[in-house]
Every structure is written in structure tokens, then in C-alpha cells.
């Protein structure tokens, strides 16, 4: 009970929050008597050195920033293809040096944003294979989904891409509910068939083709540099969604689109319901109430509670962002 009441006052003690730490003694034995009997989910296991499984015809393209600490996992994963790149924007920490020890191919280019540097592995990479696999360096190849990759292309899969998930791994878990597992992005494509844009902190896909769904993930270290360095990196995302939301702000969410939105494919509700939100009140407490209560973030224990603080944190910089923002354009 303590543990629940500071991270709801960190959030500010909203009363959708409040409703929960105010059930019946009863309700909260029965919470506690469910997740002691769940099994907390386990991840697939990484793929580690010597490699003995299907090598899919396709590169894999790894972008960089000082992650030394990463990239010998990183690359011991990909040791099923046989071309191999780390496009790397400005490290200091002898990422590149490490990255050819092992036998990557390093490139330079300054990061303008997720899209953009995307685009230019594309456009200047000498890229063997038609097929991509873009990789962040603290992400893992699991044998599954490389076996499901091979499987793709030698069905002559005539789709642009696919929506591959992530498994997310904190305080050595995998938070599987609160999390908000399967979330996907776009990561395995053909490099002729698809580009991507920036949007927010991130990217999304542009093509004319179609996109299909691979349903084995890849593992995902968010925390392998430590909480003071993913604070550091989404206060710079938070900027970013900050300005999004602003111009967001600006043009009125006809109902219309909006229930296409919500009427559509997963990933099309799923912006949808991410423009409705950023209209919303006390977002910070929505996002941790929804991680943990909705989602089940609760039942992956500790982490699950501590991820939910940290989203509810995210969230509060980007609200200040915004009011900042917009407060701004209106002096101006």
C-alpha cells in the first residue's frame, strides 16, 4: 500500500488513482491473491555467439550514439547475416572502433532525427540484400524471429514491410503489461518499397505498398545505460512530442477522421487515440493509471510499477512542454 500511494503522489493523486487505493480490503486481497498466482513472463532467449539456424537474405543496419556498452550483445545477435552495418552520428565512447573489431561496416552521419537518419541508411548504405532489418543498439535478435524473417522472404512476400514487436526488459524483466505488449514498429522492410518520416520523437513508415505484421519479437534493454540516462533521453523525446502536440493543437480532429481512426487497423487506431490523448487533462495520471491498472502493469510486480512512474513522469515534461509552448506562440 505505501509503495502504491507515493508513486500515485508522484503523479499528483488524481482521484482516478485515489478510487484504487481507497477499494476494500477485500478487492486488494483478491488483487494480491491473483498475481500471486501469475508466473511473471519470461523474454525469448537472445541470440549469443556461434549462430546454427536459417540466415535470411537480409542486412541489418544498427544506429548508434556511445553505445559501447551495448554493442558487443548487439552485434553477437546478428551473427546470422552476413551484412551487417552500424550507421553511427557522432560517438565518443569507442562505439565505431568496437563496432569493426567485430566486423560491422561503420558509417557517419549526423542525426537530424529517426526518419532522416532511416532514410539516409537507405539512400547511402551499399546495402547487400533488398531486405532490412533497421536494429537499435540496445535491441537483440531472438532465434524465432529470425526464423519467422526467413520465412518471409522465401515466401516472395509481396508487402513493403512489416510491424515487428519488442519485448521491453527492466530490473532484468520483462514488462510484458505494462509495456503494453504487443507494441509495434516498422523494422523489417524492403529498401525499395518504403521510406520513413519524422514524427514526434520518432518515425513512421511512407509507402504505397501494403504492411503486414511479424508475431515474434525482438528484446528491447530500454534501461541498459542506466535511469539517468533514459531521463536524459526523453527529456530531448519530450521536446520533441511537445512540438508535435502544439502544431497538433493548432488543427481541429474532425469526427470524421477520427472514427476512421478508431474504426481501422491496429497502428491507425492506435495514432488516432494518441491525438485524442494529447487533447486530454491530466494525461501523466491517465498514462500511469492505464499502465497499471488497465494494461496490468501491477501484476509484472515492482517494475511494472516503477514503469508506470516513469511514464507518468514523461508524460508530466511534455505537458509542461506544451504549456510552455503554446504560451509562448501567444506572447509572441
Not at 476494500?24 to 511473471?40: D, Y
Request: charged share 20%.
Amino acid at each position: 500500500g505505501g509503495c502504491i500511494r507515493q508513486l500515485v503522489g508522484l503523479v499528483g493523486g488524481h482521484k482516478v488513482c485515489q478510487a484504487y487505493i481507497a477499494l476494500p480490503g477485500t478487492a486488494l486481497e483478491t488483487i494480491k491473491s491473483f498475481h500471486a498466482t501469475q508466473t511473471m513472463p519470461s523474454p525469448l532467449p537472445e541470440l549469443r555467439g556461434a549462430y546454427q539456424g536459417p540466415r535470411p537474405s537480409a542486412s541489418v543496419v544498427i544506429l548508434t550514439l556511445n553505445e559501447r556498452p551495448n554493442i558487443d550483445a548487439c552485434l553477437a545477435s546478428c551473427t546470422w547475416s552476413d551484412d551487417v552495418h552500424v550507421l553511427d552520428s557522432g560517438s565518443t565512447d569507442g562505439t565505431c572502433q568496437r563496432a569493426q573489431e567485430l566486423g560491422a561496416k561503420v558509417w557517419h552521419n549526423p542525426f537530424a532525427g529517426f526518419g532522416a537518419q532511416r532514410n539516409w541508411a537507405i539512400d547511402n548504405i551499399p546495402l547487400k540484400h533488398d531486405w532490412v532489418f533497421h536494429l537499435d543498439a540496445d535491441e537483440r535478435f531472438t532465434m524465432p524471429l529470425v526464423q519467422e524473417m526467413d520465412q518471409a522472404i522465401r515466401a516472395a512476400t509481396p508487402h513493403s514491410g512489416f510491424y515487428v514487436p519488442n519485448q521491453m526488459i527492466l530490473l532484468g524483466q520483462w514488462i510484458k503489461r505494462s509495456s503494453g505488449y504487443p507494441a509495434y514498429q516498422v523494422r523489417f522492410f524492403h529498401k525499395g518499397r518504403l521510406r520513413f518520416t519524422d514524427s514526434g520523437h520518432g518515425q513512421r513508415e511512407a509507402t504505397t505498398g501494403t504492411l503486414d505484421k511479424l508475431t515474434t519479437p525482438y528484446v528491447h534493454h530500454n534501461f541498459s545505460k542506466g535511469l539517468a540516462e533514459w531521463l536524459e533521453r526523453h527529456n530531448r523525446y519530450s521536446t520533441k512530442e511537445a512540438q508535435q502536440i502544439i502544431e497538433e493543437l493548432s488543427q481541429p480532429l474532425g469526427l470524421g477522421t477520427m472514427l476512421r481512426g478508431l474504426l481501422g487497423g491496429g497502428m491507425q487506431r492506435r495514432r488516432t487515440l494518441k491525438r485524442l490523448f494529447a487533447r486530454m487533462p491530466m494525461r501523466s495520471t491517465i498514462r500511469f493509471c492505464f499502465a497499471l491498472i488497465v494494461q496490468g502493469g501491477i501484476l509484472d510486480g515492482r517494475a511494472g510499477l516503477a514503469y508506470a512512474r516513469l511514464l507518468a513522469i514523461y508524460e508530466q515534461m511534455i505537458a509542461v512542454k506544451v504549456r510552455e509552448g503554446r504560451q509562448g506562440r501567444r506572447s509572441d
